[in-house]
C-alpha cells in the first residue's frame, strides 16, 4: 500500500490550494478515503471523510463550506480543494486510508502573509 | 462532537517495563451496529501516524503482539507488555463511531 500526497505550498491567507494523494497496492475504487491534518507540534484532526463512488462526503465542522473532498478512481487518486485558507489551516495534510489503516507522509501546507 | 481524554500525556518508561494509556470518551463508542470503533494509533518522531489497534482489541497486520486493546463504553486502554526502544513516540486513540471522529490529545512515550 502507497499513499502519495503532493499540492502543498505557501499560500497568503485567503488563498486556495488543491492537495492530491495517488494512491497504489490496493483496491483504491473499494475503499473510504481521508484526509487528516496535523498542525505544527500538535495532535492529530480529521478533516473529512469520501466513500468509495463519491457521492458521501463528510467534513470536520470548521471545514465545512471551505474544503471539498473528492475522487477519480480511473486515476486512483485523491483531492482536496481548499478554499479561503487562514492561518489555523497551516499543518501537514494526510491522505489516509479507510479508518486510518494506511498513511501517507504527508503534504505541508503553509498559510501565511 | 466526542471528546477522547488520554492519561496520562507523557509516559516515560524502563525498557522491558510494561506501560498503559488510558481513553475515556465523552459519550458511549458503542455504535448501531454493535461494533465500538476505538482504534489506536502510534506515531514515532519524524514519521506518519500508523494504526495498531482498531475496533477496540483488534491487532493490526505486523504489529507486535506486545501492543493489546482492552475496553467497553466509554473507557479504553493500550498496553504494551514490554516497552521496546522503537516504541518512543506519540500515541494517539480514535473514537470512528460518531462523526466528527476524533483523537486523543496524544501519550508521549520516552524511555526511561
Known amino acids: 500500500v502507497q499513499l502519495v500526497e503532493s499540492g502543498g505550498v505557501l499560500v497568503q491567507p485567503g488563498g486556495s490550494l488543491r492537495l492530491s494523494c495517488a494512491a497504489s497496492g490496493f483496491n483504491f475504487a473499494t475503499s473510504w478515503m481521508n484526509w487528516v491534518r496535523q498542525a505544527p507540534g500538535k495532535g492529530l484532526e480529521w478533516v473529512a471523510m469520501?466513500?468509495?463512488?463519491?457521492?458521501?462526503?463528510f467534513y470536520v465542522g470548521s471545514m465545512r463550506g471551505r474544503f471539498t473532498i473528492s475522487r477519480d478512481n480511473a486515476k486512483n487518486s485523491l483531492y482536496l480543494q481548499m478554499n479561503a485558507l487562514t492561518v489555523e489551516d497551516t499543518a501537514l495534510y494526510f491522505c489516509?486510508?479507510?479508518?486510518?489503516?494506511?498513511w501517507g507522509q504527508g503534504t505541508l501546507v503553509t498559510v501565511a502573509s | 462532537d466526542v471528546v477522547m481524554t488520554q492519561s496520562p500525556l507523557s509516559l516515560s518508561v524502563t525498557l522491558g517495563q510494561p506501560a498503559s494509556i488510558s481513553c475515556r470518551s465523552s459519550?458511549?463508542?458503542?455504535?448501531?451496529?454493535?461494533?465500538?470503533?476505538l482504534s489506536w494509533f502510534q506515531q514515532r518522531p519524524g514519521q506518519s501516524p500508523r494504526r495498531l489497534i482498531c475496533k477496540v482489541s483488534y491487532r493490526d497486520s505486523g504489529v507486535p503482539d506486545r501492543f493489546s486493546g482492552s475496553g467497553s463504553g466509554t473507557d479504553f486502554t493500550l498496553k504494551i507488555s514490554r516497552v521496546e526502544a522503537e516504541d518512543v513516540g506519540v500515541y494517539y486513540c480514535l473514537q470512528d463511531t460518531h462523526w466528527p471522529w476524533t483523537f486523543g490529545q496524544g501519550t508521549k512515550v520516552e524511555i526511561k
Open positions: 469520501l466513500n468509495q463512488d463519491g457521492t458521501l462526503k
Open positions: 459519550q458511549s463508542l458503542v455504535s448501531s451496529d454493535g461494533n465500538t470503533y
Open positions: 489516509a486510508g479507510d479508518r486510518g489503516v494506511s
